[in-house]
């Protein structure tokens, strides 16, 4: 992975993350969407402007790779460059849940 990948991606947006980790398995923005919803009971709403902007940009830059069209809509799947960047971004994630959770063994919420 080059440097200009690791700067731009991580740490990742929220968007950035629920895309990669959506297309996981191949999926259309719409797809995309309803799975964030989903994943988050509905706390972070994809807007199509953000979706689609990140997805161009995503592609562009080899994270992810279109697959074909269904209905007029574009399928994209993660690519192996996506997956190295969303195991980073998930790895520093657990890194700080844990922090926090050692932070704040002895503390109530």
Same mark, same amino acid.
């Given at each position: 992975m080059d440097g200009h990948i690791r700067k731009v991606y991580v740490p990742m947006t929220e968007t950035g993350?629920?895309?990669?980790?959506c297309l996981r398995k191949e999926a259309h923005g719409y797809g995309i969407v309803k799975k964030t919803e989903e994943?988050?009971?509905? =706390?972070i709403l994809l807007s199509p402007g953000t979706l689609y902007g990140s997805l161009s940009k995503m592609e562009k830059d080899g994270l992810i790779r279109f697959v074909r069209?269904? =209905?007029?809509?574009?399928?994209?799947?993660?690519?192996?460059?996506?997956l190295q960047?969303? =195991?980073?971004?998930?790895?520093?994630?657990?890194?700080?849940y844990c922090s926090m959770m050692e932070a704040t063994e002895d503390e109530r919420y």
């Open positions: 993350f629920y895309i990669l980790l994943l988050t009971g509905g =706390e069209e269904e =209905e007029k809509r574009k399928v994209y799947v993660i690519t192996e460059l996506g960047v969303l =195991e980073l971004e998930m790895k520093r994630i657990r890194r700080l």
